[in-house]
């Protein structure tokens, strides 16, 4: 619903500067998984989106569908 898309643009709005002030935060969310990242990617800006991504996923809509 659009207050559910407003607080995830809000969070996705909001993450990069936290992880630009904290970059070993970033570097450690990135260093999980098994795909290396690709090093022209800005590691905060990427982390924003893999926190945001992280939170769609585990919405009950999604996965109940």
């Known amino acids: 619903d659009a207050r559910e898309a407003a607080i995830l643009t809000e ?3 909001r993450h990069p500067a936290r992880y630009q002030a904290a970059p070993a935060e970033a570097q450690a ?7 290396p990242v690709t090093p022209n990617l800005d590691p905060a800006l990427l ?3 893999t ?3 992280n939170v769609v996923l585990n919405l009950d809509e999604l996965v109940n569908r």
Do not use: I, W
């Not at 969310?29 to 795909?35: D, I, M």
């Open 51 to 53: 926190v945001t991504a």
């Open 47 to 49: 982390a924003a989106y």
């Open 29 to 35: 969310l990135l260093a999980q998984g098994h795909a």
């Open 11 to 13: 969070g996705l709005a």
